[in-house]
């Protein structure tokens, strides 16, 4: 050992003890940080360094060139955890003059191996098989010759690839109208089977069992009714502030309890209940059919004489259908509560005097419009999401999707529906 | 095997499928499969992976529709039946699915007695009665108020089973029935299938590539090959393993093992 070491030896020295201890130093270390503290272990602390760090030798291929050979010498440990900047090197090397005519393998420094050796000779073997230069292969391991005999046992497959060849721009537009009429199309269909399931129900033909539309009722009915709350109270809110604002600038703040009233009930009640329940019931159903599609129970039903609309769909579509109205009541309450809060606590007006003013704006014929609209939205919503979950493909993300498509439907299909009745209730006159 | 006197029909055709084609779309995947199962036969269903195995045996349940050609139970046509009149024929089916394909929210006497509600008289205790020992044949008394998620994969099949046990069907189905079970339990369904023939009287149809399977129960097949796109055999498997000619056929049931050394097909 030299007795002599410079400042920063001995500082790096340390550093390299300390990091030891605290096992920075993993097997086996990075070539980089091998190079750089190989390089001071050298000198200066090579015993002790020894016996914790396996040196890893850098993946490295050297050529030499004899008449028309060219013999690659393989050397270092091959793993995928190091960069192949090797490959790039040694493929363009070949191509420099003067061209081989054969090449050979002389891999006896090779260390340990693993896939990005045998890669490297796919590559290698494949811009020697394209320039017709002749291989030989025997001087690679034996392990890797029998892997890359493996490999080649069976020839590619040759349009296995054209089959996922991009599509031009325009044919993707085509192709998705087309996939878009389809699904609306597939909707009209599929209500109309509901339909006549809910006329053989209502002729007591239909069959699911009352247990099942039990559950589901308790499910989209009262356990709904915590997120209904939440979203119906922040909605009037919202609704009363907007109005508050721009009412108060003529001194007829007392309007914003009409405002709420009259939009509440009118629309946004069953609007907001709608999306809420497109989202957690339409998105639940969807996902439950899907996934007894998936497991085959539907196919199960259907091979037993029951039929899966009547038996699944019915009581879904059923239990929204019941509960929807009564979820827009209740939402169209909590909203003008909401209203309620800003008037009384920002604007300053009476709480008998609102209530009064909210209750002198709010018309049966609002009301029960209101109720209508939501309930035709439930219908969408069930409807929707248990075609989605029937039409789900045979995989577990196809589940995830068919949930996702029957989001997207219902709030597509409510928007609409909304949009069309605003137009009817307009021609009406109501 | 033994004749049993105690079913008369037996050894008479029971399912035949006449110039069946299935596809998907423009996509032929098997063409003029003609095949006759007896009464009291243990069908299997052989040939290679994805060559359409199960795919038929949706088609002969109703879950898909023949391209072209038909199917006929007893003589009756159940690919041109009247949605009624398919119904009927339903119920006398019985099913088992790939993964037992029990119904979730349900417990398993529920399970079993689903069928027995939909289309049976039978008072609630004496469903409940009828479903116990259903459960009871495949070895699951005592498991009545489980629910699927909470029984193994094996129970699970065996339960599937025993739902599709419930009615008595003249016919039962199996898809891949010893997927994903160990040797043993694979083995105890094979004697399970044998018994179920020999007292029920059922004609029994599988869908398999378990050659044990194939040799333990099978006393008439079908051989779908993925090439040709047609079935290449039709008989005792035994009988074609001794006599058929097919080198497909005969490496199949040999495992490739006699012969020179398999070589690797695509896909």
Redesign the interface.
Known sequence: MRPLRSGLESRLEKLCFNLRRMRVFRHPVEPFACRRYGMLTRNAFIAPMATSIHIAAPPGVTLTRSADTLTLHLSGEWSMRHKGAATARTLSSLDAPPKPRRIEFESSDLGEWDTSLLTFFERVLDHCRTRGIEVDRSGLPPGVQRLLELAE??PE?KDARAAAARESFLTRIGNATIEALRSFDEFLDFFGRVTIAFWRLLRGKA?FRTS?LMIEIQDCGANALGIVTLISYLVGIILAFMGAVQLQQFGAQIYVADLVSIGVTRDMGAMMTAIIMAGRTGAAFAAALG??KV???I????????SPLEFLVLPRVLALVLMMPLLCLYSDFVAILGGTTIGVGMLGINFTVFVHEAAYATTMTNVLGGLFKGTVYGALIAIAGCLRGFQCGDSSSAVGDAATQSVVMSVVLIVCACGLFAVIFNILGI | MAESPSHPKRGTPHIEARNLTMAFGSFVLMRDLNFVVRHGDIFIIMGGSGCGKSTLLRHMIGLLEPAAGEILYDGENFTKARPEQREMMLRRFGVLYQSGALWSSMTLAENVGLPLEEFTDLSREDIREVASLKLALVGLKGFEDFYPSQISGGMQKRAGLARAMALDPEVLFFDEPSAGLDPISSRLLDDLILELRDSLGATIVVVTHELASIFTIGNNSVFLDAQSRTMIAHGDPHELLAHCDNPVVHRFLTRGEDGEKVSRPHG
């Open positions: 046992a069976v497959k069959r099942d996934t007894m497991t085959q129970e196919d199960a039903l259907a091979t037993m004489g029951i």
